[in-house]
């Protein structure tokens, strides 16, 4: 094996630890909800215990999430109620350009790629998380308080236009929960969802083709049909002829282009509840113009980067005490292969 072989070990210790971090003592795994994909922090519904056994993050999968604490009395209508998306982030930069995001954990913001291509400096980013206006008030102190400094903003390294639109941002400090800020589910596998007609998405984006929102800059909800990726495939194709979605996107609005998203609600998060609780299926990447019939809005497909980002959370959380010694030996190494610097 000689000098060729030792990076295996590191990569094996690797694996062990970032499966083994997050789990609780007794727990077999990440979860597996009834319909098949394993999700990210998918225990029983219940009390937060967070903190209870260290740092904050040693739970940031298996923390509940997904819980809509908030239920309005009346359902639609496009302007959306506070606390029905506490997953929902801002993600702002100090010129103006914004994208939607979803909170993942009290530290990771989930948003797309093509976001960070203009502004790829970290110090000029921030992250509303609770608000459900786009421009609150600067003496609002709620506000203020609700807004977070981001510490590594990490694309996805074979993000390229609209392929793998997807980035993590990290923040530079811990989230606080409460009814309005909650954290999103997500999974390895959002197979179930296909065909689904009642997924949500959810952004401060245009609310027509060259139409801004306007003040006061409410957050906005549309009810979307999931469509299958060969359904979708066959929409885009006439007349362009060729295949654009590939298998790392999904496809949802309506056939007749009567709900979608547009410009502006990029990074922001599809949604669909599932026993109730909310997963998120997709990010808001792309589409031909906005709520055009046979053209679909296209989202990055959450599920097919689940090792990656649970990769990502894993490696910045604290590891439990039984992997101590291990982690102490191999950390440097894990980190140098695997984790961002
Ligand atoms: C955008 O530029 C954008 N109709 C997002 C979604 C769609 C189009 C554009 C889909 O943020």
């Known amino acids: 094996m000689g000098t060729h072989g030792w990076p295996l070990l590191p990569l094996l210790l690797s694996l062990l630890l970032c499966r083994a971090g997050p789990l609780r003592p007794g727990a077999a795994g990440l979860g ?4 098949g994909g394993r999700a990210h922090s998918p225990p029983p519904p219940g009390p937060q215990q967070e903190g209870a056994s260290g740092p904050m993050d040693t ?3 298996t923390s509940p999430c997904g819980h809509q604490e908030v239920r309005p009395l009346i359902l639609g209508g496009w302007e959306s109620v506070p606390g029905r998306w506490p997953w929902q982030a801002l993600v702002m930069a100090k010129n103006g350009l914004f994208c939607g995001g979803s909170l993942l954990s009290r530290h990771w913001v989930l948003s ?3 976001c960070f291509e203009k502004v790829p ?3 000029k980013w921030t992250v509303q998380l609770g608000e459900l206006s786009l421009k609150s008030p600067s003496w609002s102190w709620r506000a203020h308080s609700h807004k977070y400094r981001v510490k590594k903003i990490i694309v996805n390294p074979k993000a390229r236009g609209v392929l793998n639109d997807i980035a993590l941002v990290r923040l530079a400090s811990s ?3 409460n009814k309005h800020i909650q954290p999103i589910c997500i999974l390895s596998s959002t197979a179930m969802f296909q065909h689904r007609p009642d997924c949500w998405v959810t952004g401060w984006g245009w609310i027509q083709e060259n139409q801004k929102l306007l003040p006061p800059y409410h957050l906005q909800e549309v009810r979307v049909t999931i469509l299958n990726n060969s359904r979708c495939n066959e929409l885009f194709s006439m007349p362009i002829g060729r295949s ?3 298998n790392d996107m999904i496809c949802a609005g309506a056939e007749d282009g009567s709900v979608d998203t547009c410009n502006g609600d990029s990074g922001g998060p599809l949604v669909c509840e ?11 990447s792309w589409g031909m113009g906005c709520g055009h019939a046979r053209r679909p809005g296209v989202y990055t ?5 689940f090792p990656w980002i649970q990769l990502l959370m894993s490696c910045t959380a604290p590891r439990p005490g039984l992997f101590l010694p291990l982690v102490f030996l191999a950390l440097p190494w894990v980190s140098w292969l695997l984790c961002p610097s």
């Not at 109730?276 to 808001?284: I, L, N, S």
């Not at 497909?301 to 980067?305: A, E, R």
């Open 244 to 246: 654009l979605i590939s």
């Open 59 to 61: 739970k940031l999968l």
């Open 121 to 123: 400096e970290v110090s």
């Open 112 to 114: 797309a790629a093509h």
């Open 301 to 305: 497909n959450v599920s097919s980067f």
């Open 32 to 35: 597996a909800p009834a319909g």
């Open 274 to 284: 599932e026993k109730g609780r909310w997963y998120q299926v997709g990010v808001v």
């Open 175 to 177: 989230v606080t929960y």
